[in-house]
DNA sequence: CTATTAATAT
DNA sequence: AATATTAATA
C-alpha cells in the first residue's frame, strides 16, 4: 500500500506520453459546416418535440471555443454518417421549422462528450500529478492536453469524481460494515466508469498522505507539455488521419465498449456505435483552410463522432467521443 | 473579469 | 445516470 504510494506517480509519465510523443489524441467536434449544410435545426420547441426528428436536439447556446468557423473545405461528401438505407436524407428535409429563417446554424451545440475509461483515466492521472491542491479544471484540462476538452468538461467530470471520492473516504472510514446492500458498492454498477482507473491513494488518504511519504508532486515536474493555449479559444484541425489507422482505432474502440460499456451502447436492440476518431489534433494554428484530405476512407469513418441514442427521451443525442492517447 | 465550485437542468 | 449549464462566490 505505501509501496505504491511511492511510485505511484514514479509510473504516471510512464503511462503518460509526452506531448510530443503525445499520440494523436483525438477530438471529436461536430463539423459545423457539416451540420449547416445539413441545415441541422435549432428546434425551439422547449416543450418536447414531435414524435419523429429526433435528430433535432438542439436548443440555442452560447458558450465558447468552437473552433474558428471550420473551414467550409469540408464539402467533402464524407456523408456517411449512418449508412441507415439509402436516402435516408429525407429527414434532413426542413427538420424544425425554424431553421428556415434562423441562423443558428453556425452556433452548433457540441456533443455531450463520453468519458471513456481511457480519458478518465488521463483525467485522474492529471489530477494525481497535480495533486488536490493544484488539481482545478482548467489545470487538469491543460495537462490532459486533449483536444476539444473543454474546461466545463472538466468541471463537471470532477464534480462527479469528488463525489465519489468523498463516497468512498467515507464508506473506508466508516466500515462497509453495513450489510453491504445498503452501503453501496465501490465498483460495480454504481461508479462503473470510476472504478476502472485506480484512484490514487493520496486522493482517498490525504491524511495519510500527509503524514508519511508525500508523493504529491504539488511543486515540481514541469509538466504541461502542451502547446499551452493563451488566450480561450482552441483550434481545432482536422486532420486525415491513415485510414488503416483510424480503422484499428475504430475497431479498438468497439471492443473496447463491448467490454467496458457493455450495457451503454453495446447490446441495446436500438444501440448502435457509429464512432470515429481523428488523429492528430493538437491545438496548431494553421490557415483556416487546409483541410486534408479527410477521411474519406473505406471504412467511412468521420472526423467526430456522432451517435445517436433514440433511448433517451431527449431525442437525438449527439455523442462525442474523445480517444485516449492510446497509452493503456 | 476569470476561474472554481455548488446547484440545477436536460 | 451522466453531462451540461447556470448561479453564486472567491
Known amino acids: 500500500m505505501r509501496e505504491e504510494d511511492s511510485n505511484w506517480f514514479a509510473r504516471w509519465e510512464?503511462?503518460?506520453?509526452?506531448?510530443?510523443e503525445l499520440?494523436?489524441?483525438?477530438?471529436?467536434?461536430?463539423?459545423?459546416?457539416?451540420?449547416?449544410?445539413?441545415?441541422?435545426?435549432?428546434?425551439?420547441?422547449?416543450?418536447?418535440?414531435?414524435t419523429a426528428t429526433p435528430t433535432t436536439p438542439n436548443h440555442h447556446l452560447h458558450h465558447h471555443q468552437q473552433p474558428q468557423p471550420q473551414p467550409p473545405s469540408n464539402p467533402s461528401p464524407s456523408h456517411q454518417q449512418q449508412p441507415s438505407s439509402g436516402g435516408d436524407f429525407a429527414d434532413s428535409?426542413?427538420?424544425?421549422?425554424?431553421?428556415?429563417?434562423?441562423?443558428p446554424a453556425r452556433t452548433l451545440k457540441r456533443p455531450r462528450l463520453v468519458w471513456t475509461p481511457q480519458l478518465?483515466?488521463?483525467?485522474?492521472?492529471?489530477?494525481?500529478?497535480?495533486?488536490?491542491?493544484?488539481a482545478?479544471?482548467?489545470?487538469?484540462?491543460?495537462?490532459?492536453?486533449?483536444?476539444?476538452?473543454?474546461?466545463?468538461?472538466?468541471a463537471s467530470h470532477l464534480q462527479k469524481y469528488r463525489l465519489?471520492?468523498?463516497?468512498?473516504?467515507?464508506?473506508?472510514?466508516?466500515?462497509?460494515?453495513?450489510?453491504?446492500?445498503?452501503?453501496?458498492?465501490?465498483?460495480?454498477?454504481?461508479?462503473?466508469?470510476?472504478?476502472?482507473s485506480p484512484v490514487p491513494a493520496h486522493f482517498l488518504h490525504?491524511?495519510?498522505?500527509?503524514?508519511?511519504?508525500?508523493?504529491?508532486?504539488?511543486?515540481?515536474?514541469p509538466f504541461v507539455p502542451v502547446p499551452a493555449m493563451h488566450h480561450?479559444?482552441?483550434?481545432?484541425?482536422?486532420?486525415?488521419?491513415a485510414a488503416g489507422a483510424a480503422a484499428m482505432q475504430h475497431a479498438q474502440l468497439q471492443q473496447q465498449f463491448h467490454r467496458q460499456a457493455a450495457g451503454h451502447f453495446g447490446s441495446p436492440p436500438n444501440g448502435h456505435f457509429e464512432h470515429a476518431f481523428l488523429s492528430r489534433q493538437q491545438q496548431q494554428q494553421q490557415p483556416q483552410n487546409q483541410q486534408q484530405p479527410f477521411n474519406r476512407m473505406g471504412g467511412g469513418v468521420s472526423g467526430y463522432v456522432e451517435d445517436m441514442e433514440s433511448a433517451n427521451a431527449s431525442g437525438g443525442r449527439k455523442v462525442l467521443t474523445l480517444f485516449p492517447t492510446g497509452d493503456d
Open 14 to 20: 510512464d503511462e503518460l506520453p509526452p506531448p510530443e
Open 206 to 221: 490525504p491524511a495519510a498522505a500527509a503524514a508519511g511519504g508525500r508523493p504529491n508532486s504539488e511543486h515540481f515536474l
Open 164 to 196: 465519489y471520492l468523498k463516497r468512498m473516504q467515507g464508506l473506508s472510514a466508516a466500515g462497509p460494515g453495513g450489510g453491504g446492500a445498503g452501503g453501496g458498492g465501490s465498483d460495480a454498477a454504481t461508479d462503473h466508469l470510476f472504478a476502472s
Open 23 to 50: 499520440m494523436p489524441l483525438s477530438q471529436t467536434l461536430i463539423t459545423p459546416d457539416l451540420a449547416i449544410a445539413f441545415d441541422i435545426p435549432s428546434p425551439h420547441t422547449p416543450t418536447a418535440p414531435p
Open 120 to 134: 478518465h483515466k488521463r483525467f485522474v492521472d492529471a489530477v494525481a500529478h497535480l495533486g488536490i491542491k493544484n
Open 232 to 241: 480561450q479559444q482552441h483550434h481545432h484541425q482536422m486532420a486525415a488521419a
Open 136 to 154: 482545478v479544471p482548467k489545470t487538469i484540462m491543460q495537462l490532459m492536453s486533449v483536444d476539444g476538452l473543454t474546461r466545463e468538461n472538466v
Open 93 to 103: 428535409g426542413d427538420l424544425g421549422s425554424g431553421a428556415a429563417g434562423e441562423e
